[in-house]
């Protein structure tokens, strides 16, 4: 499946909604290189009211719907477009990642279309799949390290 359709929407919603969000997970490695794949899209953003507001204006704009998942307790909020199948989650905390501020301070802002989406660094990427420590996680470390001295991503 070619995502960068999916990006350049998400990207241009994102721009026009004012959210400020940073791209983790497999998806974030994927666009540093790494080959391996996913099914959605994850964000980590900094959780206000604010935030809320702006997230559900983003899932208007996807013609999508927010859901708030509680397996267990979540901090994840998900939106989701049942004619593209496309979904985003949204975490105030992701394992690993101490904070937001840190996170978007190492990300890279990669354009699609005519805006920019952030997009975490590998270290991030790998040190909240260790943290995370589930086993589809843990699968793609490897992989994740073997790209990052790849491409020698150290900025």
């Known amino acids: 499946m070619n995502a960068r359709p999916f990006l350049r929407q998400i990207a241009a919603a994102l721009q026009e909604v004012r959210l400020e969000a940073v791209l983790i997970g497999n998806a974030a490695a994927a666009l540093r290189g790494a ?3 996913t ?25 999508a719907t927010i859901l708030r998942p509680f397996y267990p307790v979540s901090d994840l909020y998900r939106i989701v477009c049942e004619d593209t199948g496309l979904q985003l ?13 840190g996170l ?3 990300a890279t802002a990669v354009t699609f279309g005519a805006a920019p989406l952030l997009v975490a660094h590998l270290d991030d990427i790998i040190r909240s799949k260790k943290a995370a420590g589930r086993p589809r996680d843990i699968a793609v470390i490897d992989i994740l390290e073997a790209t990052k001295r790849l491409s020698h991503d150290d900025d």
Not at 39 to 63: C, H, T, W, Y
Not at 89 to 101: K, L, N, P, Y
């Open 35 to 37: 080959p391996v794949t």
């Open 104 to 106: 978007r301070k190492r």
């Open 89 to 101: 989650d949204f975490m105030g905390t992701a394992h690993g990642i101490r904070s937001f501020e």
């Open 39 to 63: 099914l959605d899209f994850d964000f980590m953003f900094r959780k206000s009211r604010g935030n809320i507001v702006k997230l559900k204006r983003l899932a208007e704009q996807l013609n």
